[in-house]
Protein backbone atom coordinates (compact mmCIF):
# COMPACT_ATOMS: atom_id res chain seq x y z
CA UNK A 1 0.00 0.00 0.00
CA UNK A 2 1.49 3.40 -1.15
CA UNK A 3 1.37 6.62 0.89
CA UNK A 4 1.23 10.18 -0.51
CA UNK A 5 0.75 13.60 0.73
CA UNK A 6 0.64 16.17 -1.58
CA UNK A 7 3.56 19.38 -2.26
CA UNK A 8 6.58 17.90 -0.13
CA UNK A 9 8.89 19.29 -3.17
CA UNK A 10 10.94 21.29 -0.20
CA UNK A 11 11.90 17.84 1.24
CA UNK A 12 12.82 16.24 -2.33
CA UNK A 13 16.06 16.84 -3.91
CA UNK A 14 16.65 17.21 -7.60
CA UNK A 15 18.76 14.06 -8.79
CA UNK A 16 20.34 15.33 -12.55
CA UNK A 17 23.50 16.81 -13.93
CA UNK A 18 24.87 19.62 -11.85
CA UNK A 19 26.51 22.29 -14.04
CA UNK A 20 28.85 25.18 -13.07
CA UNK A 21 29.31 28.37 -14.27
CA UNK A 22 32.46 28.86 -15.90
CA UNK A 23 35.68 28.78 -14.07
CA UNK A 24 36.63 31.87 -11.93
CA UNK A 25 38.58 29.89 -9.73
CA UNK A 26 38.54 26.50 -8.18
CA UNK A 27 38.67 28.29 -4.38
CA UNK A 28 35.02 30.33 -5.75
CA UNK A 29 33.35 27.23 -7.31
CA UNK A 30 34.13 25.29 -4.55
CA UNK A 31 33.01 27.83 -1.65
CA UNK A 32 29.86 27.99 -4.09
CA UNK A 33 28.83 24.29 -4.21
CA UNK A 34 29.62 24.31 -0.09
CA UNK A 35 26.77 26.90 0.44
CA UNK A 36 24.62 25.38 -2.43
CA UNK A 37 25.11 22.08 -0.53
CA UNK A 38 24.84 23.56 2.59
CA UNK A 39 21.46 25.30 1.65
CA UNK A 40 20.13 21.92 0.34
CA UNK A 41 20.59 20.25 3.88
CA UNK A 42 18.93 22.93 5.67
CA UNK A 43 15.85 23.38 3.81
CA UNK A 44 15.57 19.21 4.28
CA UNK A 45 16.50 18.97 7.57
CA UNK A 46 14.60 22.17 9.05
CA UNK A 47 11.67 21.07 11.42
CA UNK A 48 8.04 22.27 10.98
CA UNK A 49 8.85 23.94 7.67
CA UNK A 50 5.32 24.02 6.58
CA UNK A 51 4.16 25.62 9.54
CA UNK A 52 4.07 29.81 9.40
CA UNK A 53 5.31 30.03 13.18
CA UNK A 54 6.29 27.30 16.03
CA UNK A 55 3.05 28.27 17.73
CA UNK A 56 1.40 26.33 15.29
CA UNK A 57 2.54 23.40 16.68
CA UNK A 58 0.41 23.65 19.62
CA UNK A 59 -2.47 25.83 18.20
CA UNK A 60 -2.45 22.49 15.16
CA UNK A 61 -2.84 19.78 17.77
CA UNK A 62 -5.89 18.10 17.70
CA UNK A 63 -7.17 15.29 20.05
CA UNK A 64 -7.56 13.16 17.09
CA UNK A 65 -3.28 12.33 17.64
CA UNK A 66 -4.58 10.28 21.22
CA UNK A 67 -5.41 7.23 18.58
CA UNK A 68 -2.16 7.51 18.16
CA UNK A 69 -1.69 6.03 21.39
CA UNK A 70 -4.31 4.12 21.00
CA UNK A 71 -2.79 1.74 18.45
CA UNK A 72 0.51 2.37 19.88
CA UNK A 73 -0.98 0.72 23.27
CA UNK A 74 -2.19 -2.05 21.64
CA UNK A 75 0.25 -3.22 19.39
CA UNK A 76 2.62 -3.42 22.71
CA UNK A 77 0.23 -5.58 24.53
CA UNK A 78 -0.72 -8.34 21.56
CA UNK A 79 3.15 -8.37 20.95
CA UNK A 80 3.79 -9.20 24.58
CA UNK A 81 0.90 -11.51 24.63
CA UNK A 82 2.36 -13.12 21.41
CA UNK A 83 0.35 -16.58 21.15
CA UNK A 84 3.91 -18.30 20.25
CA UNK A 85 6.10 -17.55 23.38
CA UNK A 86 9.26 -16.26 22.30
CA UNK A 87 10.88 -14.25 25.17
CA UNK A 88 12.26 -11.00 22.83
CA UNK A 89 9.02 -10.35 21.87
CA UNK A 90 7.68 -10.07 25.26
CA UNK A 91 10.81 -7.41 25.71
CA UNK A 92 10.16 -5.59 22.56
CA UNK A 93 6.36 -5.24 23.47
CA UNK A 94 7.55 -3.56 26.78
CA UNK A 95 9.22 -1.45 24.97
CA UNK A 96 6.32 -0.14 22.67
CA UNK A 97 4.48 0.19 25.98
CA UNK A 98 7.28 2.21 27.21
CA UNK A 99 7.20 4.23 24.15
CA UNK A 100 3.16 4.83 24.14
CA UNK A 101 3.54 5.75 27.91
CA UNK A 102 6.06 8.62 27.23
CA UNK A 103 3.73 9.53 23.90
CA UNK A 104 0.49 9.98 25.85
CA UNK A 105 2.13 12.01 28.52
CA UNK A 106 3.51 14.21 25.32
CA UNK A 107 0.45 14.73 23.65
CA UNK A 108 -1.48 15.44 27.30
CA UNK A 109 0.82 18.22 27.82
CA UNK A 110 0.27 19.52 24.15
CA UNK A 111 -3.31 19.39 24.32
CA UNK A 112 -4.16 20.85 27.88
CA UNK A 113 -1.28 23.63 26.76
CA UNK A 114 -3.42 24.43 24.27
CA UNK A 115 -6.74 24.53 26.09
CA UNK A 116 -5.21 26.68 28.36
CA UNK A 117 -3.39 29.41 25.87
CA UNK A 118 -6.29 29.32 23.05
CA UNK A 119 -9.30 28.10 25.63
CA UNK A 120 -10.92 26.77 22.85
CA UNK A 121 -12.11 23.92 24.13
CA UNK A 122 -15.88 24.95 23.61
CA UNK A 123 -15.28 25.26 20.04
CA UNK A 124 -13.58 21.60 19.84
CA UNK A 125 -17.00 20.73 21.86
CA UNK A 126 -18.99 21.88 18.99
CA UNK A 127 -17.09 20.74 15.89
CA UNK A 128 -18.79 17.89 14.36
CA UNK A 129 -14.93 16.04 13.92
CA UNK A 130 -12.71 17.54 16.33
CA UNK A 131 -15.11 16.71 19.10
CA UNK A 132 -15.93 13.01 18.48
CA UNK A 133 -11.62 12.31 18.64
CA UNK A 134 -12.10 13.31 22.50
CA UNK A 135 -13.38 9.99 22.88
CA UNK A 136 -9.47 8.79 22.05
CA UNK A 137 -8.64 10.22 25.21
CA UNK A 138 -9.33 7.63 27.94
CA UNK A 139 -9.14 4.96 25.49
CA UNK A 140 -5.67 5.68 25.34
CA UNK A 141 -5.41 6.06 28.58
CA UNK A 142 -6.85 1.68 28.54
CA UNK A 143 -3.95 0.63 26.68
CA UNK A 144 -1.91 2.08 29.77
CA UNK A 145 -3.67 0.42 32.66
CA UNK A 146 -4.08 -2.95 30.54
CA UNK A 147 -0.03 -2.84 29.86
CA UNK A 148 0.69 -1.81 33.60
CA UNK A 149 -1.76 -4.76 34.80
CA UNK A 150 -0.12 -6.93 32.57
CA UNK A 151 3.36 -6.57 31.83
CA UNK A 152 4.06 -5.72 35.79
CA UNK A 153 2.22 -7.64 37.37
CA UNK A 154 4.46 -11.07 36.56
CA UNK A 155 7.21 -9.41 38.52
CA UNK A 156 5.24 -9.15 41.92
CA UNK A 157 4.93 -5.39 42.19
CA UNK A 158 2.63 -5.14 44.63
CA UNK A 159 1.40 -1.50 43.91
CA UNK A 160 -0.04 -2.28 40.78
CA UNK A 161 -3.55 -3.46 41.66
CA UNK A 162 -3.89 -0.20 43.78
CA UNK A 163 -2.18 1.83 41.03
CA UNK A 164 -4.40 0.24 38.12
CA UNK A 165 -7.57 0.37 40.12
CA UNK A 166 -7.11 4.10 40.41
CA UNK A 167 -6.26 4.89 36.63
CA UNK A 168 -8.83 2.53 35.52
CA UNK A 169 -11.37 5.16 37.61
CA UNK A 170 -10.32 7.76 35.83
CA UNK A 171 -10.94 6.32 32.67
CA UNK A 172 -14.01 5.53 33.76
CA UNK A 173 -15.31 8.66 34.44
CA UNK A 174 -13.71 10.07 30.89
CA UNK A 175 -15.69 7.52 29.06
CA UNK A 176 -18.81 8.09 30.67
CA UNK A 177 -18.28 11.94 30.14
CA UNK A 178 -17.14 11.13 26.65
CA UNK A 179 -20.62 9.12 26.43
CA UNK A 180 -22.95 11.13 27.60
CA UNK A 181 -21.56 14.46 26.46
CA UNK A 182 -20.60 14.39 23.39
CA UNK A 183 -23.18 12.42 21.22
CA UNK A 184 -25.51 15.52 23.31
CA UNK A 185 -23.62 17.56 21.53
CA UNK A 186 -23.61 16.33 18.24
CA UNK A 187 -27.59 15.82 18.53
CA UNK A 188 -28.44 19.50 19.90
CA UNK A 189 -25.30 21.79 18.43
CA UNK A 190 -23.71 20.14 15.28
CA UNK A 191 -24.97 19.51 11.78
CA UNK A 192 -24.52 16.24 10.75
CA UNK A 193 -25.58 14.99 6.98
CA UNK A 194 -25.97 11.08 6.10
CA UNK A 195 -24.25 11.75 3.04
CA UNK A 196 -21.53 13.08 4.68
CA UNK A 197 -21.32 10.50 7.62
CA UNK A 198 -18.28 9.12 9.34
CA UNK A 199 -17.49 6.26 11.54
CA UNK A 200 -15.60 8.44 13.67
CA UNK A 201 -19.32 9.11 16.04
CA UNK A 202 -18.63 5.64 17.46
CA UNK A 203 -15.67 7.34 18.49
CA UNK A 204 -17.23 8.91 22.21
CA UNK A 205 -19.23 6.14 22.64
CA UNK A 206 -17.53 2.49 22.62
CA UNK A 207 -15.17 4.42 25.16
CA UNK A 208 -17.57 2.49 27.55
CA UNK A 209 -16.73 -0.90 25.85
CA UNK A 210 -12.97 -0.19 25.96
CA UNK A 211 -13.81 1.09 29.50
CA UNK A 212 -15.48 -2.24 30.67
CA UNK A 213 -12.65 -4.99 29.25
CA UNK A 214 -9.79 -2.51 30.82
CA UNK A 215 -12.07 -3.15 34.00
CA UNK A 216 -12.24 -7.17 33.49
CA UNK A 217 -8.23 -6.74 33.03
CA UNK A 218 -7.93 -4.68 36.56
CA UNK A 219 -10.31 -6.88 38.28
CA UNK A 220 -7.80 -10.43 37.66
CA UNK A 221 -5.06 -8.79 39.57
CA UNK A 222 -7.21 -8.21 42.46
CA UNK A 223 -8.95 -10.80 45.28
CA UNK A 224 -11.64 -12.29 45.94
CA UNK A 225 -13.57 -9.54 47.52
CA UNK A 226 -16.34 -6.41 47.32
CA UNK A 227 -13.69 -4.61 45.00
CA UNK A 228 -13.51 -6.82 42.32
CA UNK A 229 -17.15 -7.23 42.90
CA UNK A 230 -17.88 -3.67 41.94
CA UNK A 231 -15.44 -3.64 39.48
CA UNK A 232 -17.03 -6.45 37.15
CA UNK A 233 -20.88 -5.19 38.20
CA UNK A 234 -19.49 -1.88 36.61
CA UNK A 235 -17.64 -3.03 34.06
CA UNK A 236 -20.88 -5.09 32.60
CA UNK A 237 -22.34 -1.61 33.03
CA UNK A 238 -20.48 0.15 30.80
CA UNK A 239 -20.20 -2.53 28.64
CA UNK A 240 -24.09 -2.82 28.11
CA UNK A 241 -23.82 1.06 27.70
CA UNK A 242 -21.55 1.04 24.69
CA UNK A 243 -22.54 -1.89 22.65
CA UNK A 244 -26.07 -0.92 22.52
CA UNK A 245 -25.22 2.71 21.27
CA UNK A 246 -22.57 1.71 18.92
CA UNK A 247 -25.22 -0.65 17.16
CA UNK A 248 -27.33 1.71 16.48
CA UNK A 249 -24.93 3.94 15.00
CA UNK A 250 -23.45 1.20 13.22
CA UNK A 251 -26.22 0.23 11.59
CA UNK A 252 -26.54 3.88 10.24
CA UNK A 253 -23.59 4.38 9.07
CA UNK A 254 -24.28 1.03 7.11
CA UNK A 255 -27.39 2.23 5.68
CA UNK A 256 -25.39 5.56 4.75
CA UNK A 257 -22.56 3.35 3.24
CA UNK A 258 -25.31 1.66 0.89
CA UNK A 259 -26.87 5.06 -0.06
CA UNK A 260 -23.89 6.86 -0.69
CA UNK A 261 -21.20 4.73 -0.98
CA UNK A 262 -17.70 4.74 0.38
CA UNK A 263 -16.41 7.35 1.72
CA UNK A 264 -13.25 9.73 0.15
CA UNK A 265 -10.59 8.38 -0.68
CA UNK A 266 -8.62 11.03 2.23
CA UNK A 267 -11.09 9.09 4.93
CA UNK A 268 -11.46 5.60 3.72
CA UNK A 269 -9.25 4.10 6.43
CA UNK A 270 -12.56 4.89 8.77
CA UNK A 271 -14.38 2.35 7.65
CA UNK A 272 -12.26 -0.15 10.02
CA UNK A 273 -13.35 1.97 13.23
CA UNK A 274 -16.76 -0.31 13.27
CA UNK A 275 -14.57 -3.09 13.35
CA UNK A 276 -13.34 -1.94 16.91
CA UNK A 277 -17.03 -2.19 19.14
CA UNK A 278 -17.51 -5.64 17.59
CA UNK A 279 -13.56 -7.16 18.38
CA UNK A 280 -13.81 -4.78 22.09
CA UNK A 281 -16.87 -5.97 23.18
CA UNK A 282 -16.32 -9.63 21.90
CA UNK A 283 -12.90 -9.66 24.19
CA UNK A 284 -14.41 -7.63 26.88
CA UNK A 285 -17.78 -9.94 27.45
CA UNK A 286 -15.23 -12.90 27.40
CA UNK A 287 -12.91 -11.74 30.16
CA UNK A 288 -15.94 -10.56 32.10
CA UNK A 289 -17.43 -14.25 32.34
CA UNK A 290 -14.45 -15.58 33.13
CA UNK A 291 -13.37 -13.20 35.99
CA UNK A 292 -17.02 -13.60 36.89
CA UNK A 293 -16.39 -17.41 37.33
CA UNK A 294 -13.66 -16.51 39.85
CA UNK A 295 -15.16 -13.91 41.69
CA UNK A 296 -18.57 -14.65 42.26
CA UNK A 297 -19.35 -18.04 43.61
CA UNK A 298 -17.36 -16.34 46.92
CA UNK A 299 -18.73 -12.66 46.70
CA UNK A 300 -22.33 -14.27 46.12
CA UNK A 301 -23.03 -17.45 47.82
CA UNK A 302 -26.49 -17.27 47.84
CA UNK A 303 -26.79 -17.35 43.92
CA UNK A 304 -23.22 -19.03 43.17
CA UNK A 305 -24.59 -20.35 39.73
CA UNK A 306 -24.22 -16.81 38.64
CA UNK A 307 -20.72 -16.70 37.54
CA UNK A 308 -21.10 -19.77 35.63
CA UNK A 309 -24.49 -18.69 33.69
CA UNK A 310 -21.91 -15.41 33.02
CA UNK A 311 -19.17 -17.39 31.79
CA UNK A 312 -21.21 -19.53 29.44
CA UNK A 313 -22.68 -16.26 28.26
CA UNK A 314 -19.82 -14.63 27.90
CA UNK A 315 -18.34 -17.40 25.44
CA UNK A 316 -21.64 -17.77 23.47
CA UNK A 317 -22.02 -14.00 23.20
CA UNK A 318 -18.16 -13.06 22.51
CA UNK A 319 -18.17 -16.11 19.55
CA UNK A 320 -21.15 -14.46 18.11
CA UNK A 321 -20.23 -10.90 17.75
CA UNK A 322 -16.84 -12.11 16.66
CA UNK A 323 -18.52 -13.62 13.81
CA UNK A 324 -20.24 -9.92 13.22
CA UNK A 325 -16.76 -8.71 13.38
CA UNK A 326 -15.47 -10.92 10.75
CA UNK A 327 -17.34 -9.79 7.98
CA UNK A 328 -16.36 -5.88 8.71
CA UNK A 329 -12.99 -7.22 8.32
CA UNK A 330 -13.34 -8.47 4.92
CA UNK A 331 -15.58 -5.73 3.91
CA UNK A 332 -13.14 -2.87 5.37
CA UNK A 333 -10.26 -4.45 3.99
CA UNK A 334 -12.00 -4.46 0.35
CA UNK A 335 -12.93 -0.83 0.76
CA UNK A 336 -9.48 0.48 1.28
CA UNK A 337 -8.01 -1.66 -1.76
CA UNK A 338 -10.82 -0.87 -4.27
CA UNK A 339 -10.03 2.70 -3.31
CA UNK A 340 -6.58 2.14 -3.63
CA UNK A 341 -6.87 1.09 -7.52
CA UNK A 342 -8.87 4.03 -7.96
CA UNK A 343 -5.87 6.62 -6.99
CA UNK A 344 -3.58 6.85 -4.38
CA UNK A 345 -4.57 7.00 -0.93
CA UNK A 346 -2.90 10.20 0.82
CA UNK A 347 -1.65 10.12 4.60
CA UNK A 348 -3.26 11.19 7.59
CA UNK A 349 -4.00 11.00 11.03
CA UNK A 350 -6.78 8.79 9.97
CA UNK A 351 -5.02 6.00 9.36
CA UNK A 352 -4.63 4.73 12.84
CA UNK A 353 -8.02 3.73 12.89
CA UNK A 354 -6.22 0.74 11.57
CA UNK A 355 -4.58 -0.24 14.27
CA UNK A 356 -6.60 -0.30 17.22
CA UNK A 357 -9.84 -1.84 15.67
CA UNK A 358 -7.72 -4.99 14.32
CA UNK A 359 -6.13 -4.90 17.23
CA UNK A 360 -9.47 -5.58 19.12
CA UNK A 361 -10.39 -8.33 16.39
CA UNK A 362 -7.26 -10.09 17.56
CA UNK A 363 -7.92 -9.41 21.24
CA UNK A 364 -10.98 -11.14 21.25
CA UNK A 365 -9.88 -13.97 18.47
CA UNK A 366 -6.46 -14.80 21.93
CA UNK A 367 -9.75 -14.54 24.08
CA UNK A 368 -11.62 -17.66 22.34
CA UNK A 369 -8.49 -19.18 22.24
CA UNK A 370 -7.88 -19.45 26.00
CA UNK A 371 -11.13 -20.75 26.40
CA UNK A 372 -11.75 -23.32 23.91
CA UNK A 373 -8.04 -24.09 23.23
CA UNK A 374 -8.69 -24.37 19.34
CA UNK A 375 -5.47 -24.21 17.47
CA UNK A 376 -7.83 -22.10 14.72
CA UNK A 377 -8.08 -19.36 17.16
CA UNK A 378 -4.43 -19.13 18.10
CA UNK A 379 -3.29 -18.94 14.21
CA UNK A 380 -5.29 -16.41 13.47
CA UNK A 381 -4.36 -14.34 16.65
CA UNK A 382 -1.13 -14.66 15.56
CA UNK A 383 -1.47 -13.99 12.06
CA UNK A 384 -3.60 -10.58 13.46
CA UNK A 385 -0.62 -10.17 15.85
CA UNK A 386 1.70 -9.61 12.67
CA UNK A 387 -0.52 -7.58 10.79
CA UNK A 388 -0.77 -5.37 13.64
CA UNK A 389 2.52 -4.52 13.98
CA UNK A 390 4.01 -4.29 10.51
CA UNK A 391 1.20 -1.39 9.87
CA UNK A 392 1.79 0.25 13.33
CA UNK A 393 5.72 0.47 11.95
CA UNK A 394 4.53 1.76 8.46
CA UNK A 395 1.72 4.06 10.64
CA UNK A 396 4.46 5.34 12.85
CA UNK A 397 6.94 5.78 10.38
CA UNK A 398 5.11 7.95 8.10
CA UNK A 399 3.43 9.87 11.01
CA UNK A 400 6.98 10.80 12.06
CA UNK A 401 7.70 11.93 8.73
CA UNK A 402 5.03 14.08 8.39
CA UNK A 403 4.75 15.70 11.48
CA UNK A 404 8.49 16.16 10.78
CA UNK A 405 7.71 18.31 8.21
CA UNK A 406 4.39 20.11 10.30
CA UNK A 407 2.17 18.51 7.48
CA UNK A 408 0.12 16.91 10.11
CA UNK A 409 -0.30 19.95 12.53
CA UNK A 410 -1.19 22.86 10.07
CA UNK A 411 -4.23 24.34 12.29
CA UNK A 412 -6.23 24.83 8.84
CA UNK A 413 -6.13 21.21 8.08
CA UNK A 414 -7.82 19.96 11.50
CA UNK A 415 -11.02 18.83 10.54
CA UNK A 416 -10.82 19.20 6.30
CA UNK A 417 -10.15 15.86 5.61
CA UNK A 418 -13.58 14.85 6.39
CA UNK A 419 -15.22 17.22 4.81
CA UNK A 420 -14.08 17.84 1.41
CA UNK A 421 -15.69 16.58 -0.85
CA UNK A 422 -14.94 18.10 -4.43
CA UNK A 423 -16.37 21.70 -4.25
CA UNK A 424 -17.16 21.78 -7.87
CA UNK A 425 -19.77 18.60 -7.18
CA UNK A 426 -21.65 21.02 -4.57
CA UNK A 427 -24.37 23.67 -5.08
CA UNK A 428 -23.75 27.37 -3.59
CA UNK A 429 -25.77 26.06 -0.60
CA UNK A 430 -24.19 23.13 -0.15
CA UNK A 431 -20.97 24.84 -0.27
CA UNK A 432 -22.01 26.84 2.38
CA UNK A 433 -23.43 25.10 4.72
CA UNK A 434 -20.44 22.89 4.59
CA UNK A 435 -18.56 25.99 5.82
CA UNK A 436 -21.36 26.03 8.43
CA UNK A 437 -20.11 22.71 9.62
CA UNK A 438 -16.41 23.06 9.47
CA UNK A 439 -16.80 26.10 11.37
CA UNK A 440 -19.20 24.38 14.04
CA UNK A 441 -22.20 26.99 13.57
CA UNK A 442 -25.18 25.59 15.52
CA UNK A 443 -28.22 25.21 13.66
CA UNK A 444 -30.14 28.32 15.09
CA UNK A 445 -27.26 30.29 13.29
CA UNK A 446 -27.15 28.18 10.22
CA UNK A 447 -30.96 28.66 9.35
CA UNK A 448 -30.49 32.68 9.80
CA UNK A 449 -27.54 32.71 7.45
CA UNK A 450 -29.53 30.89 4.62
CA UNK A 451 -32.26 33.18 5.34
CA UNK A 452 -29.93 35.93 4.96
CA UNK A 453 -28.73 34.51 1.82
CA UNK A 454 -32.35 33.88 -0.05
CA UNK A 455 -32.95 37.65 0.79
CA UNK A 456 -30.47 38.59 -0.98
Given at each position: ?217 VCSVHDIGSAATVIIFISYILWAMGVGLSLMII ?10 KLPPKEAIVSVFIPLGPFGQSSYGIQMLGAESL ?39 SYSIIYTRFRGRLPFNLGWWALIFPIGTFASSS ?91
Amino acid sequence: MHTAVTDFSETTLEMGTVCFPEPQSRASSDQDRTIATSTKKRRIHRPMHKLESSSDIVRGFSPAWFTATMGTGITGILVFNFPYHWEPLRYIGMAIALFNLLLYILFAVLFAWRLIWYRDFYSILLHPQMSMSLGTIPMGLCTIVISLVVMITPYGAPWVPTLGLVLWCICVVLSVLSYLVIPFTAITHQQHLLDKMNATLLLPVVTTVVAASTGAVVCSVHDIGSAATVIIFISYILWAMGVGLSLMIITIYLVRLTMFKLPPKEAIVSVFIPLGPFGQSSYGIQMLGAESLRVLPSALPHISYLGEVLYSTGFFLGLLIWSFAIWWFFHASYSIIYTRFRGRLPFNLGWWALIFPIGTFASSSSALWAITGYTVFRVLNAILNSLILLLWVLVMANTIRYAWTGELLKPASIGQLELKHKSSDLSDDDQDSAVDIEEGRVPGEMYERQNQRQSA
